[in-house]
């Protein structure tokens, strides 16, 4: 049995130096975020930036947030996730803010003509996608997949999280200054 | 990509190809001691290629252009006897991530998670036969058991750059299990039927990013499994035992904050083969599995299709 003993105590050393998910916090630990000035937090002003879409038609966020009541952006990489959310999204909120403008964020493919063939061979022919091929944007916004940016038409960042399950996004959308 | 951003589950769907059963050699898809047995190591190694996805609506779609998407896993195992009709073990897995797409490369690496398992034998003698002379030679050896899956692997909950470095879900699981082994030589058949349930976590950061807590669990998992097998004894009375298995997964939908996540939820099919070498004592079990899933419309839904190929090998100690 003292194999056994060793082999148990080294499995538990292991483990517990490795995760935090082995004692989940609910505790919430989101930093205070000064607002007012460029960041990508919620209550900063959202960084500007312009992106070619996979119509090859380019997108200013500015030009955008100012003719629209927000901007939401959310960052595919084309997966199952990633399609869950996109149609959750396409199904629920786009027919709901039509004068919110909704882009997809491809931020896998290095050219606009594979975004675009992705964006075909995945059903999403009838939304705009932006193709971010250097993931400058990603980089901006500190997203990965599924992470959601609302902007507001003031410029201001409302939500930048995952997508999950919809709920953040639908409760942002209805509150839009 | 989808490599990393479903780590978790592919870790804990994947069939590792394990050895043995209750007289051992064979094909069982459980870390399974055989009978009369004190232990046994077992470690494998599987490599992954994703190979596009289904939606929710169980359509097939590829994968972006130029992408290559792969996952390499070391699993190593080891069962231990407790007492005449009762056996522990132990799984864990080391994660390698390999994405490519045209636009972005990653590597990464980590302990996936981990799953500790029980098992009751509800039998006292050996249930694998060379012929039938009675309604009693007709059983098959049962084992009823349950599994804990422990988060330690590297989930989107923890303290991570992006969707690339994950290497399990995140989440508790507790498993029932039931396993139905029979052999009558040289035929073999098992059938293993599992119910999960995941426990609910408070989740207070996503990739990194400190979010406003909330409460969430996985849906429910069930995955059956059959397979049936031949066995062809070699001139010193080694075995070549060949399987064929077919398996069906489901995960329900998850729930936050008590409210269906209606963007959750799986369903995957794969068939597989193994061939694998046992010694005639059968302390050794060497086995090689190919397990396929077909890239149409229907064979899943809401899941990466991929191609896993293992190999493995185990040794018991009497």
Same mark, same amino acid.
């Given at each position: ?23 989940? @916090? ?26 070619? @879409? ?34 959750? =999204? ?27 063939? +992705? ?15 250097? *993931? ?19 410029? +201001?960042? *409302?939500?930048?999280?995952?997508? @999950?399950?919809? @709920?953040?996004?639908?409760?942002? =959308?209805?509150?839009?200054? | 990509? /989808? ?42 190694? &599987?490599?992954?290629?994703?190979? $596009? ?55 990464? &690496? ?115 499994? /059959? ?24 995960? &329900? ?11 959750? $939820? ?30 149409? &419309? ?9 191609? /896993? /190929? ?9």
């Amino acid at each position: 049995m003292s194999s056994v003993k060793y082999l148990v105590a080294i499995l538990l050393l292991g483990l517990a130096g490795c995760q935090s998910d082995l004692a989940p @916090s609910g505790e919430d630990k989101r930093p205070a975020v000064q607002t007012g000035i460029i960041g990508n937090q919620v209550g900063q002003i959202a960084p500007d930036f312009t992106l070619e @879409s996979t119509l090859n038609t380019f997108h200013t966020l500015s030009s955008e947030y100012g003719t629209h009541d927000a901007v939401v952006l959310y960052f595919t990489m084309w997966c199952p996730v990633c399609d869950s959310h996109m149609s959750h =999204l396409r199904a629920t909120y786009v027919p709901k803010y039509p004068n919110v403008q909704f882009f997809i964020v491809d931020y896998v493919n290095a050219t606009v003509a594979n975004a675009r063939t +992705a964006q075909i061979s995945n059903g999403y022919g009838n939304m705009t996608v932006l193709a971010d091929v250097n *993931q400058s944007v990603l980089n901006l916004y500190d997203g990965t997949m599924g992470t959601t940016v609302v902007v507001d038409r003031f410029g +201001a960042v *409302q939500m930048n999280q995952d997508y @999950s399950d919809g @709920s953040k996004l639908g409760k942002v =959308l209805e509150s839009l200054p | 990509m /989808i490599a990393a951003l479903v780590m978790g589950a592919t870790v804990i769907f994947s069939q590792t190809a394990y050895a043995a059963s209750c007289c051992g050699g064979g094909s069982a898809s459980s870390l399974v001691l055989p009978k009369f047995s004190k232990a046994m190591v077992d470690v494998s190694f &599987d490599v992954e290629r994703y190979d $596009g996805f289904w939606n929710g609506q169980g359509k097939y779609t590829e994968d972006p252009p130029d992408s290559k998407l792969s996952q390499y896993r070391l699993n190593m195992g080891y069962a231990h006897r407790l007492a005449s009709r009762w056996q522990a073990s132990v799984t864990l897995p080391y994660v390698w991530n390999d994405n490519r797409y045209s636009g972005i490369d990653s590597q990464t &690496d980590g302990i996936g998670d981990a799953t500790v398992n029980l098992w009751y034998e509800a039998f006292d003698a050996i249930k694998c036969v060379w012929k039938v002379k009675s309604v009693a030679d007709l059983a098959p050896a049962t084992y009823l058991g349950t599994s804990l899956t422990l988060p330690s692997g590297v989930s989107p909950y923890d303290d991570v750059q992006n969707s690339f470095d994950i290497t399990g879900r995140g989440f508790y699981r507790l498993d029932a299990n039931l396993l139905l082994d029979k052999t009558i030589y040289p035929w073999n058949a098992t059938v293993a039927l599992s119910y999960g349930k995941y426990l609910e976590r408070p989740v207070n950061r996503e990739y990194g990013k400190y979010v406003e807590p909330y409460d969430k669990r996985l849906g429910d998992r069930q995955l059956a499994t /059959i397979s049936g097998g031949y066995t062809q004894f070699l001139e010193d009375m080694d075995t070549i035992t060949y399987t064929l298995a077919y398996a069906h997964l489901e995960e &329900d939908k998850g729930k936050i904050n008590g409210v269906t996540d209606t963007t959750t $939820g799986m369903m995957k099919r794969s068939l597989s083969a193994t061939f694998a070498y046992a010694t005639m004592d059968r302390d050794w079990v060497l086995k090689l599995t190919i397990n396929h899933t077909f890239k149409r &419309d229907g064979y899943g839904e809401n899941f990466p299709a991929t191609d /896993i /190929i293992t190999l493995g090998g185990s040794h018991v100690l009497r």
